[in-house]
């Protein structure tokens, strides 16, 4: 075979190598690994809640939580989402009982425990507030592939916006993830996404 087939062959195989990675990459963490059935998201944390106690994931065991990464200065996205989330909720009645809530901040510098409690109280009774340390937050997005960082065009030390996934997680009652939901999803679309969940499990 002429040398610059040969050449044109081999950088054909190697870009679609490198697509096929990069595809893995950046859906691995939403998808379960072949043959293991376990979920690369979620998994230990310890973390603070808005009335200031220490909790873990032990504490939310028995419950599906369904797990929202953002900050209460965030303009738009993140009132949206508890909203869609508090809506779909209230749509499902007595059944809304087996599912709680989380809203977990990536901008613990500012969103103290007093700060979220007076947040997320404009979302009903049901939603907790979480918040830590650094390090705390940094681990608990990690185990939830929750992407964050602040704004690149952010200059002051106080006056600043967070980059954010805008994911909906839904934990099941032993911790483990069950699937996630997109930013378009509405409260409609949610809470039936939340009562077919129901429905098939135990």
């Known amino acids: 075979m002429p040398r610059r087939p040969i050449l044109i062959f081999a950088a054909l195989v190697l870009l ?4 096929l990675a990069g595809y ?20 230990p944390f310890s973390l603070v809640d808005q009335d200031g106690r220490r909790v873990t994931e032990k504490d939310f065991l028995g419950k599906y939580m369904l797990v929202f990464f953002g900050y209460t200065y965030c303009p738009d996205v993140c009132p ?51 918040t830590g340390t650094d390090a705390e937050v940094a681990s608990i997005a990690k185990a939830y ?19 954010h996934s805008s994911i909906i997680y839904l934990m099941g ?19 039936a996404e939340l009562q077919e969940t129901l429905r098939t499990s135990p």
């Open 16 to 19: 679609i190598a490198a697509g």
């Open 24 to 43: 893995a990459v950046l859906n691995g963490g939403l998808h379960r690994p072949q043959g293991s059935g376990v979920a690369l998201v979620g998994g």
């Open 80 to 130: 949206t989402e508890l909203q869609v989330m508090t809506a779909a909720l209230d749509q499902m009645g007595p059944a809304a009982d087996r599912i709680q809530p989380v809203f977990v901040s990536v901008d613990p510098a500012r969103d103290t425990p007093q700060v979220l409690k007076a947040y997320v109280g404009n979302f009903g009774p049901r939603l907790v507030g979480l």
């Open 145 to 163: 592939r929750a992407y964050y960082a602040k704004a690149a065009n952010s200059s002051s030390a106080t006056d600043y916006l967070m980059d």
């Open 173 to 191: 009652p032993d911790g483990r993830f069950v699937k996630h939901m997109p930013y378009t999803t509405d409260a409609a679309k949610l809470a």
